[in-house]
C-alpha cells in the first residue's frame, strides 16, 4: 500500500516502513468516512434557541399572577355571597360579622350607593331628562361620602362609649345589616314603576333611605356594652349628626335634579 506521508510503497501495518507515519487502514477510512457526515451534520445543526427561555420565564410569572388574581376574585365573589345570603336570611346575623368579612361589607356599601344612584337617574330620564355625569356619577359619589361620614360617625361613638370594635367591624357589620334595606328599597322600585307612590306605599322608599342613616349606627352601637359616655346621650348624637349628613348630602343631589327641572321649557 501507498504511504500518503511519503508516498512510498510500504508493507500493510499500522505505520509506514519508510517514514513511520501511521497509515490509514480500511478500517479507519470507513470510520472517517461515517465521522465526517455526522460531524458536518452537527455543524450544520443549529444550536438550540436559548433567547426563548426568558420570554418562557417571564410568561410563567404572568400566568401565575393571571391565576392567582382569577382565585381572589373567585374566593371574594364565594364570600360575598355568602355573606349577603345569611344577612338576607337572618338580618339579625349581622351581629357576628367580624372585620375578616369588611371587604363583602365595602361591596355591599357600593351596591347599595350604586342602586340608589341608578334609581335616581332613570328616574329623571324618564320624566324629564338626565346626564349620566351630573345625575349619576355624582349622586353616586355624594352617597360614598354620605356612607363614609356616618361610619366614620359610629367608631367615633364606639370609641366615646368605650368599645373594642375596629373600623373594619364597623364596615363589615354595616354592609350586613344594609342587606334588608337593599330589598327594602327594591320594593319601594317596584311599587314607583306600577304607579303605587302614594301612601302607606311611599313609606317603603323612605324608610329604605333612613334606616342606613338613623337605624344601622344605633344597631351597631347596641351590640356591646357601653362603658364610656353614656348610651342614650351617645346614641342621640350619633343619630343627629347623621341625619345632619343625610340631609346636606341629599339637599345637594336632589339641587342637582331641581336644576334640571329649571332648565326644562314649560
Known sequence: MICKNCNQETEAGKFCTQCGAPLETEQTQEQAATEEPVVQQQEQTPPPVQQAQPAQQQQQPQQGQQVDIAEKTKQVGSNFGTFFLNALKKPSSAK???????????????????VISIEHFTYLKREYSAEFFDDLAVPFLKYVLLFAIIIGLIFGAVRVASQNVSIQDILAKYGAYLVPFLLLFA????????????????????????GPVLLIPVFILSEKAVEGFDYIYTAIALVLFSYIAYVYINNSVNDISDNILDNIPW
Do not use: R
Request: proline share 2%.
Open 96 to 114: 357576628n360579622v367580624t372585620g375578616a368579612q369588611y371587604i363583602s361589607g365595602i361591596i355591599m356599601i357600593v351596591a347599595f350607593t350604586l
Open 187 to 210: 320594593v319601594a322600585i317596584v311599587l314607583d314603576l306600577i304607579d303605587m307612590t302614594g301612601l302607606p306605599f311611599s313609606t317603603v322608599g323612605f324608610i329604605a333611605m333612613i
